[in-house]
């Protein structure tokens, strides 16, 4: 079983918040990800990590930014949450390996916005 | 730009059968794909992952086949049981990460499957 964890696994949190999502991995994989995925929909990615300070914006479009200073912990920040943030957010990581490069997920937080 | 469709997207079947999910994308030039499931409120599991390569992958009463050229992939349930029930993903990689370092998954919406006692 994959060792990531995210928290909070539910928040609900007025309009104008600052929030921030963790996530935590102790793989030691370079690669980390954020998903969104609102209820019934794709997921689609928001933010990826190579590795220590590198950090790139995914196909969709996000207002959230996000920070990698250590391997392990690929923290997302709202600065102003809004009812439009309210989604599944879900953090991954992976590692190259001879079968391809496979994804492991958290349990994601489940973001209410009011 | 890729697209993947998961038919059909919601299943509901007796404990016992076996079952095939259906998973189509557009874009053939893929490298790999991950079939995933998720239990309701929580992350994503990893099931099977087929290399652009290979025809099949199996795990215990899973088996996953790719058809690149045609753009489809099933996922095969052998002997169905109430613990299966959840939604399955399918995910297709765009880039090839030995080259960029980076795989891009493309998500299907996923099928329900609900396997009654």
């Known amino acids: 079983e994959a060792d990531i964890y995210q928290t909070p696994r539910y928040l609900v949190i007025g309009t104008g918040k600052k929030i921030t999502l963790e996530c935590s991995q102790t793989?030691?994989?370079?690669?980390m990800y954020w998903y969104q995925q609102d209820p019934g929909m794709e997921l689609h990615l928001i933010h990826y990590?190579?590795?220590?300070?590198?950090?790139e914006k995914g196909d969709l479009s996000s207002e959230s930014t996000v920070s990698r200073i250590r391997t392990e912990h690929f923290p997302l920040t709202l600065e102003s949450a809004r009812p439009s943030h309210t989604s599944q957010y879900l953090c991954?990581?992976?590692?190259?390996?001879?079968?391809?490069?496979?994804?492991?997920f958290g349990p994601g937080t489940r973001l209410t916005v009011t | 730009k890729q697209e993947v469709t998961q038919i059909p997207a919601a299943l509901s079947v007796p404990e016992g059968e076996n079952l095939v999910l259906n998973c189509s994308f557009t874009?053939?030039?893929?490298?790999?794909l991950q079939w995933f499931r998720q239990d309701p409120g929580k992350g994503l599991t990893s099931l099977l992952l087929?290399?652009?390569?290979?025809r099949e992958q199996t795990s215990g009463r899973l088996n996953a086949s790719l058809d690149k050229s045609s753009g489809r992939s099933t996922l095969y349930i052998a002997a169905s049981q109430p613990g299966d029930s959840a939604t399955y993903l399918c995910?297709?990689?765009?880039?090839?990460?030995?080259?960029?370092?980076?795989?891009?998954?493309?998500f299907g919406t996923g099928t329900r499957l609900l396997v009654s006692p």
């Open positions: 991954a990581s992976s590692e190259v390996s001879g079968t391809g490069d496979e994804q492991y």
């Open positions: 793989m030691g994989h370079d690669k």
């Open positions: 990590s190579y590795g220590v300070n590198s950090t």
């Open positions: 874009d053939s030039a893929i490298y790999n």
């Open positions: 087929i290399q652009s390569s290979q």
């Open positions: 995910a297709v990689s765009r880039t090839n990460p030995m080259n960029t370092g980076f795989q891009k998954l493309v």
